[in-house]
């Protein structure tokens, strides 16, 4: 029989045994990786039902399903402005299609991954921007754990947002802008979007990016390197080549050249798979960038002892001041 130091020695083995096979595993399946970056298997809050906003304290809120693809359908929350709430007891779909047509411009919110567009820190945040005189849309992605049918994929994702985007145009006044929020992996569906989006965007259309990750091999190898060391993820096998066969890579750095439209970058310190130093750098690119000369182009960043982290950023009492600063202000009635 083992003695107690025999019996340590077996489970360090086995530990350094299930160390050593993590990275290997990953590797050769490519469908972990996928799950890692969109972690569409993760539904918080659970037990809550998406049919209905109200329960969530959205009480002006109409929740709708639209198919991109013929056979599958995406959940969708359109939020009016707060203003608008007293009208909105009690409508249908048709009466909020109708409030397009109002003088408020609208916000295309893209969330990031995990968690469905009922997620509490979204939902604050839709009330913030609800409460300063915007429309809010938003949407879960194909294959998000929660009421959107399909698979995953970064391709499928952008599908999404370019049909919800021409949705909203095909009902939105035309001289009023249209305004693109991208939060964490959702600033990666909106860089993804880009080549398609600039034949389509107003001069006076915006992008906002909150809390951008890094790119997508790069946000893998950050969940790798707490489980492995920086030499073996940095290494050219280990790195997210096999994402490409699971439909998950690209989403990258900003296509500069082909952006003509104000953009802004709000940041919260000491985030996870983010870096300031890198978020900087994309910034200073951006204002030097030739295509956005003239444009507005701003970084702000939150500091660390805020504690907004990676999903608090509404809390901030100077959002409302920031966003007015960039976008104008919403018009109230």
């Known amino acids: 029989r083992l003695g107690l130091l025999g019996k340590i020695k077996r489970m360090m083995m086995v530990l350094l045994f299930v160390y050593v096979s993590i990275p290997f595993i990953i590797k050769l399946f490519p469908s972990i990786q996928a799950k890692l970056v969109f972690l569409n298997f993760v539904r918080v809050p659970y037990f809550i039902d998406l049919k209905r906003p109200l329960d969530q304290g959205l009480n002006h809120t109409h929740n709708l399903y639209l198919e991109p693809e013929a056979g599958l359908k995406i959940g969708v ?30 916000i295309l919110y893209l969330h990031g991954n995990a968690g469905t567009r009922g997620g509490d820190h979204r939902v604050q945040l839709y009330k913030v921007l609800s409460s300063l005189g915007y429309h809010v849309v938003t949407f879960d992605y194909r294959g998000q754990r929660g009421d959107s049918d399909g698979s995953p994929s970064e391709r499928g994702m952008t599908s999404d947002a370019l049909f919800i985007y021409d949705w909203l145009r095909q009902r939105m006044e035309k001289t009023l802008p249209l305004y693109i929020w ?150 109230p009635a």
């Open 182 to 331: 991208g939060h964490s992996l959702g600033t990666g569906v909106l860089q993804n979007s880009i080549h398609t989006l600039v034949l389509n965007l107003t001069p006076d259309d915006q992008l906002l990016l909150v809390g951008p990750t890094a790119p997508c091999g790069t946000r893998l190898r950050s969940h790798k390197e707490q489980l492995v060391p920086t030499s073996w993820t940095s290494s050219d096998w280990f790195r997210f080549s096999p994402l490409n066969s699971s439909g998950s890579a690209g989403v990258d750095t900003i296509l500069f050249p082909y952006l003509t439209y104000n953009l802004t970058v709000l940041h919260a310190e000491a985030v996870p798979l983010t870096s300031s130093s890198a978020l900087l750098q994309l910034y200073s690119l951006a204002s030097r960038s030739s295509s956005l000369s003239g444009h507005k182009v701003q970084f702000v960043a939150f500091p660390a002892a805020l504690a907004f982290r990676h999903k608090f950023i509404y809390r901030s009492l100077e959002l409302p001041n920031i966003l007015s600063d960039f976008l104008g202000a919403a018009h």
């Open 77 to 106: 929350w359109h939020t009016v402005p707060a203003q608008m709430w007293r009208d909105a007891q009690d409508k249908d779909g048709n009466w909020y299609r109708s409030t397009f047509s109002s003088a408020h411009p609208v």
